[in-house]
């Protein structure tokens, strides 16, 4: 079955960085865009980064750019998000999906999701 799990949050102070990852299993990774979404308390999920199947087309939500690098690795089935420079505002459950589809506006529901890791910048 297919299974999408993040690992790699915690807690981190403000101008710190973190590096999250997500290990897909179950689909065929190179045929999926994937995805790091996040959703704040109180707020609706919003889009943070896309990286194509084959990884030459990558996307980000306008304040992570300069900040945040998306990646992937075939021989591993993983993605990873780099999050440098944090600010308390990215704190959010962070999670990981993937859709055969380029999908960034709010609300997209991507095809599989992952259950999410917490990311907390706080000093």
């Known amino acids: 079955q297919v299974q999408l799990v993040e690992s790699g949050g915690g807690l981190v102070q403000p101008g710190g960085s973190l590096r999250l990852s997500c290990a897909a299993s179950?689909?065929?990774?190179?045929?999926?865009?994937m995805y790091w979404v996040r959703q704040a308390p109180g707020k609706e999920r919003e889009f943070v980064a896309a990286?194509?199947?084959?990884?030459?087309?990558?996307y980000y939500v306008d304040s992570a750019k300069g900040r945040f690098t998306i990646s992937r690795d075939y021989a591993k089935n993983t993605v990873q998000l780099q999050m440098n420079s944090l600010k308390p505002e990215d704190t959010a459950v962070y999670f990981c999906?993937?859709?055969?589809?380029?999908?960034?506006?709010?609300?997209?529901?991507?095809?599989?999701w992952g259950q999410g890791t917490q990311v907390t910048v706080s000093s």
């Open positions: 179950g689909f065929t990774f190179s045929n999926y865009w």
């Open positions: 999906a993937a859709d055969q589809n380029l999908g960034t506006a709010r609300g997209y529901e991507y095809h599989y």
């Open positions: 990286i194509s199947g084959s990884g030459g087309r990558m």
